[in-house]
């Protein structure tokens, strides 16, 4: 059976030449959750299973899922204590698959993409894994970018600025319609944005649904594709912001995974952070309110790239309830900024 995104013959060629590990053939398998770069589980014949990604089907924004950085992204990650799956080979040959791709190992784990996925995992898992994030984000932060062949990953001063740039060009390509909550934060942003203090590796989207987890600990750290060189503090509100307490209402319909209980409180979060890093965050709720903005403008450009037919199969993708999504994160940024 065919798999949409994969020219099974010419991938399996080039990865019978390129990959060591899995022995054809190969079966492809596109991995159900990525509303971006699109994710495929790989499969030998041997029963071994690798990891590749791809961009999207279809147009994309320029300079948008460029393969190479992301494979030299966990490359260079993985030289350190940070858990990334193993880089296993890059093709930039379009002629292969249509656009370039890149292959990891497999890791497996669970990943927490919601509260009904971590209602499964045992209380003693979620406390540990509760003080694991925040100590990988340490680890992540603790990183020289030089020292890993990343220090050309892109510019370390003015960090907020440079993305409020990036994402108000990328809201103005991708939006259906006016939502006067886009402009408003914007200029809030600009207005109260803090001094950045040291520059770090920014993963960018750091949250339980991008790890792979297991026993307590986070396995794999994933979806590097938004990683840059910036202000540490935007990873922090960004986790916060997924860092649900039982009871808590999830902005934008959502399920945090930390919604089960036992995975230790916001505070907790941003202490243990705090304790390991030395780093001040008493003005995590403008992150918060910058992540919500930031996450809206992707929000946007993914819903329009399903209108426009790019995205694969919509059976089962709900299209009001996506549109809807932008709305109610631009909306939990006005009110992130008032806290």
Sequence with gaps: MATRGIDADKVSAWLADHVQGPEPPFTFELIAGGHSNLTYKVTGGDGVAVVLRRPPLGHV????????????????????????????????DVEVNGAPFYVMSFVEGDVLHDQAVADALPMEDRSALGQHVPEVLARLHAIEPDDVGLGDLGRR????????????????????????????????????????????????????????????????????ELCTLGDPMADVGYLVNNWLEPGAGAPAGSSAPTMAGGFGSRDELLSRYQDLTGRDVSRVGYYQAFSFWRLAAICEGVYRRYLEGVMGDQSEVDLD?????TVDLADAAVEALKA
């Design 157 to 224: 001063e003015d960090y907020i600025a440079r993305q409020l740039k990036r994402w108000t060009r990328q809201w103005e390509q991708s939006k259906t319609r006016e939502l006067a909550q886009m402009e408003e934060t914007q200029v809030t942003l600009e207005r109260e944005m803090p001094t950045q203090i040291g520059a770090t590796i920014v993963h960018g989207d750091y949250r339980l649904g991008n790890m792979i987890s297991g026993s307590g600990r986070v396995r794999a750290v994933l979806d590097w």
């Design 61 to 92: 924004l320029a300079t948008a899922h460029d393969m190479a950085r992301e494979h030299k992204i966990i490359s260079g990650v993985g030289r350190t204590d940070v858990p990334v799956p193993v880089a296993l080979g890059l093709c930039d």
């Design 321 to 325: 309830e996506m549109k809807q999504r």
